[in-house]
């Protein structure tokens, strides 16, 4: 009795091991992957045509920032003007420019392939900068501002690195009232021609 006991036990033990190495040897078991995280740095540069005091006004803008997911990027820029423009609102001759600084957030709202629609949104702030003439000292800061704009984005994946983009939008301003100068002097429809560094 004992004898077919143990057999039987030996038996049902060799047939466990057996059927649990079956199973960890088979192709339906996969170990579990490393989840990777889905964030990635941006670099961007882009300039583009504006009317700054009713003017032919070429701008730039840099941006730093991170790439969310592929639907959302965040981050902080920086924009200045490149192009000289004149102030119509005194009659001694006077070229005006401004910089800023501020956060974006861009959502994709349509994707597909090498292709997206994003509408990047911004806030930030800044100063008018004046420069009379004769004036050797350069430009003067006089006049800090806060500014927003929004556009829409056409973008093109050139290769896993980069993105052209080509887009245009309108820019807000708030707070200018030095040199009979007024928001609505620097409130402005833009285009604007961008490329993007991914990682």
């Not at 030996?10 to 170990?31: C, F, I, K, M, R």
């Not at 820019?171 to 490329?195: C, Q, S, V, Y």
Request: a negative charge; glycine letters at 10%; zero cysteines.
């Amino acid at each position: 009795m004992k004898a077919n006991f143990w057999k039987t036990l030996l038996a049902a033990l060799t047939l466990t091991v057996g059927a649990h190495a079956e199973l960890q040897g088979s192709a339906d078991y996969q170990p579990k992957e490393e989840v990777s995280s889905d964030w990635s740095a941006l670099l961007g540069v882009s300039g583009g045509n504006s009317l700054i005091a009713r003017d032919g006004t070429i701008f730039m803008n840099l941006r730093i920032g991170v790439v969310l997911n592929p639907y959302i990027s965040l981050g902080g820029y920086f924009s200045t003007i490149l192009s000289d423009v004149r102030n119509p609102k005194v009659r001694h001759p006077q070229m005006l420019d401004y910089h800023s600084y501020g956060i974006f957030a861009e959502p994709v709202v349509y994707r597909n392939g090498i292709f997206s629609i994003s509408l990047p949104v911004s806030i930030g702030g800044g100063s008018v900068n004046f420069l009379n003439k004769g004036d050797e000292d350069g430009f003067k800061s006089d006049d800090a501002f806060f500014t927003s704009d929004f556009s829409a984005q056409f973008n093109f994946r050139v290769t896993k690195l980069l993105e052209v983009s080509v887009g245009g939008g309108y820019r807000l301003f708030a707070g200018i009232e030095e040199n009979n100068l007024k928001n609505k002097d620097f409130r402005t429809p833009f285009g604007e021609l961008r490329f993007t560094f991914k990682e």
